[in-house]
C-alpha cells in the first residue's frame, strides 16, 4: 500500500488487515528497521519520499529572519475589528505578536503559542478551540477542536504548515493537524499561507489545503541558486496565488502605497504571470515618487529567476 500510494496511515492500514492499530504501529516498526519505510505522526511513507516534521525546538532556530519578515507582510493585511483564525506553527506565533497592536481584533486560534503571545493584548480578544493538547507544537487538535470550529465565520484564516507545493497545496507531517487546519480553512473567506523559501517544493503527508483554495502566499525570496523554491512560486502563481515576497534586509518601502504597523519591515508584492490582477506591480517609489534603485535591482532579480 505505501508503494502504491506513497504514504499510508495507520487507520487505514488497521481497517484493511483487520487488526488493531497497536498491532499495526508494532509491524510497522519491524518494517522501518528493516529500512522498508519510514514512520510518520499516524502512518507510514516510503523512505526518504516525504520530508519529516521538527520538533518545536528545531522548527524555532530555522528561518527565523525570513519568518520575522514574513511575519511583518501578514499583519499588515489584517484590519481594525477584523475577525480572523489563526493555525499552529512558529511563523503564525511571529504573526500574532504583531496582532497584539491591531485594535478590536478578534483571533480564534488553536495553537497555546498564539494565545500566549496575545494573552496580554488589551485591545486583542482571543477565542480558543477545544482538543487534545499535542505537545510537538503546542496546539490542540482532535474532534474537540474540529467541532469548536463548526459554524464559525471569519474573514481570514493564516495557516503555515510543513511544505508547500503547486501540485498538492500545503501539507503537514500529523494527520491530526492537518484535520484541524481544513476545519479553519472552511471557516475563513480567504486562506493566506505562510511558508518561507525553505518548505517550497517540499512535500509532506497529509494536505491541509489545495492549491486552488490558497488565495494568497506570504513568503521570502529564495536564494538565486534555489531554482526548485523560484519554479514553485512560478507554478502557484500560475494557478491564481497571490505571491507577497517579504524582504528581509532593509531600505526597502511598502508595496502599492500600502501603509504597515508600527514597527513593521517593508513587504513587496511579486508581479509573477498568472496571478489574480489584485497584485501590485511590485514597484516601490521613493520619497519623490520615484522608482528605487533598490526597487528595479531586486525586479531583475525576480525576473531572473522566473527565466530560471
Excluded at 488497521?14 to 519491524?30: C, K, Y
Excluded at 528545531?58 to 477584523?82: C, F, N, R
Excluded at 500600502?258 to 520619497?287: E, I, S, Y
Amino acid at each position: 500500500m505505501v508503494r502504491a500510494n506513497g504514504a499510508v496511515s495507520l487507520r487505514e492500514l488497521a481497517r484493511v488487515v483487520q487488526t488493531s492499530e497497536v498491532t499495526v504501529r508494532r509491524d510497522v516498526r519491524a518494517l522501518e528497521a528493516e529500512g522498508l519505510l519510514d514512520r510518520r505522526h499516524g502512518g507510514a511513507v516510503l523512505p526518504g519520499g516525504f520530508t519529516r516534521e521538527s520538533g518545536f525546538p528545531q522548527k524555532s532556530h530555522l528561518a527565523t529572519a525570513e519568518k520575522t519578515a514574513i511575519a511583518d507582510v501578514a499583519a499588515s493585511l489584517v484590519e481594525e475589528g477584523e475577525a480572523i483564525v489563526v493555525g499552529a506553527g512558529t511563523t503564525t506565533q511571529e504573526l500574532a505578536r504583531r496582532l497584539a497592536r491591531v485594535p478590536g481584533l478578534t483571533v480564534v486560534t488553536n495553537s497555546l503559542l498564539v494565545a500566549q503571545a496575545l494573552a496580554h493584548a488589551n485591545r486583542v480578544e482571543v477565542v480558543m478551540t477545544g482538543g487534545t493538547l499535542r505537545g510537538s507544537n503546542y496546539a490542540l487538535v482532535g474532534s474537540g477542536a474540529e467541532q469548536s470550529l463548526q459554524g464559525l465565520r471569519v474573514s481570514r484564516a493564516f495557516l503555515s504548515g510543513s511544505g508547500l507545493t503547486a501540485e498538492r497545496g500545503l501539507s503537514t507531517s500529523n494527520m491530526l493537524s492537518a484535520s484541524v487546519d481544513r476545519a479553519l480553512v472552511q471557516a475563513a473567506a480567504e486562506v493566506v499561507v505562510l511558508a518561507d523559501h525553505t518548505k517550497l517544493g517540499s512535500d509532506t503527508m497529509f494536505q491541509t489545503v489545495p492549491t486552488d483554495v490558497i488565495t494568497r502566499l506570504v513568503t521570502d525570496e529564495p536564494p538565486a541558486h534555489d531554482e526548485r523554491a523560484a519554479t514553485e512560486l512560478q507554478a502557484l502563481a500560475d494557478q491564481g496565488v497571490q505571491i507577497a515576497v517579504a524582504g528581509t534586509g532593509a531600505g526597502s518601502g511598502p508595496a502599492g502605497g500600502d501603509q504597515l504597523p508600527p514597527g513593521a519591515r517593508p513587504r513587496r508584492d511579486v508581479p509573477l504571470p498568472g496571478q489574480r490582477g489584485r497584485m501590485v506591480a511590485g514597484q516601490f517609489r521613493g520619497p519623490g515618487g520615484g522608482l528605487a534603485a533598490e526597487t528595479l535591482e531586486r525586479t531583475a532579480r525576480v525576473a531572473d529567476l522566473r527565466r530560471r
